[in-house]
């Protein structure tokens, strides 16, 4: 296949320069090439010079990037930075009041006056009643925050409680209002809730969830106090900290972030270790810098493009990866949901993503570093189905296309029960484009018993035949968009990780595109792909490490040893 990526280290230019001169001395030199080792020592320094030089030269040929060199991507990602993923870098919620009530918190309410759980029955659709012993699904809400103490609650089937039927409580609403609205107030997991119009909630003697409460009530009042059970607090996205923080506080925690996170010295630091790309995830509402949609914040348009100026100075490329669709294609926090729901198969919500596409490939689409675009990041397979993706895959193709003849086009594979081979059969486009798998030894009960000498041989005995199999298809090229240097495994040796790194580059290596790791920074250290390089836990993905050119170097220098001693 022809050659990805053309960069050329900028110190290249000096290096070449140096060697002219020194193979230009100013005394003239006999002109003949094969001076024996009886020559006079002075006779053969020159050719121990420009022997050096020649060395110096395969040096620098190797750590530059090549057409020829650089036949394939060895990237890395840069997670967290653009699309917020909490457990990247938590310290990003800290200063959120009840931050332990964020959007998609899932929660429980049990009546302190009757000791039974608030349920929505069948799920949602119908009446509310106060009778259960034990919670479920039933009984479980996802909160929608409006502030940090007004809140709606989102039923099992997606209904919200409401007080539209007079002063009973039911869950027939499809979508909130003012009806639909609550305030809360806290004292440590004891709550009381009441309207925007000031009526409290209370339970009846027969099992009823009311607004009538007749007066403010105080803790001691059980018929009115709720004790609250956070069953689930996973999501700390962008909408979580946006709509945690609000506009004003949430526009200076991320300026912050996107100014500090990601740098001018990380871009160097991937190129000076073997990095030739980055793969930059964005969101949807980059295409409505810089006032998009509430509650999400400006500023990432910027961000992107000092980006992509950094890749040309340090010599990479970029791949812009749409990690987060309006609506959520997955339903997790890196997607933007609000709370877990998976609503971007729609037809408003992939028109819009469309959209997305072209502002992307209209703004890039020249700039010398764009390498791909990829359409959007890890669709459920459980709620994206195939002939739906494939349609968006094939119009996004277009798009792409009518801005660029060049750039990579790259599908993700879906997340779940899916088989990377449905993309391969989808004839979604003829040129230049690209199927994107991950990779992770993690998220998948198999894993969890698996040690470490039984990991590295799962990635040579069934991730190897897979990205062999795939190679040899015929469509899209081959590319290990997300994996990690990290495991199930407890108490892991430095040599350990060292060796799991390994299997993994040598066999992701081997992907007809190449790679790409997932993280640049991390709170969790071995996600973190400048520290693994740092503390030498991963070792690899250089040209430096690849055997012909230690090869090269070890035969240059033992000749220059022979020719000089």
Known sequence: MPALCSFASPSMFGMNFAMRKLASPASSVPAHTGCSTNCPREMRLPHASLLIVGVLSAFQISHSSTDDDFSKVRAVNLGGWLVVEGWIKPSLFDGI???????GTQVQLKSVGLQKYVSAGSGGGGSVTVNQDVASSWETFKLWRISTSIFQFRCFKGQFLTASDGDVISATADSPGDLETFYIERNNTMLHIKLLNGSYLQVTNDSLLTSNYPSQPGWDDVMATFELTIVANNLHGDYQLANGYGSEQAKAVLTEHRKSFVTGSDFYFLSQNGINAVRIPVGWWIAYDPDPPAPFIGGSLDALDRAFYWAQIYGLKGIIDLHAAPGSQNGIEHSASRDGSVDWPSEDNIEKTLDVIKF??????????LLGIELLNEPSAAAVPLDTLVSYYKTGYKIVRSYSDTAYVIFCQRIGNADPMELYQADLGPTNTVVDLHYYNL?????????ATENIQF????RMPQVQTLNHANGPLVFIGEWVNEWNVTDASQIQYQLFGKAQLEVYGEASFGWSYW????????????WNIRNRYLIGGSPFDSPNYILLVAGCLMYLLFIVT
């Open 97 to 103: 009041p009840n931050r332990d009530m964020l959007d």
């Open 360 to 369: 992307l490939a209209q703004r890039y689409a020249n700039n010398p570093c």
């Open 443 to 451: 998220f998948d009960p198999y894993f969890e018993k698996l040690n």
């Open 459 to 462: 990635i040579y005995k069934n």
């Open 519 to 530: 993280t640049i920074k991390c709170n969790s250290v071995h996600w973190d792909y400048e």
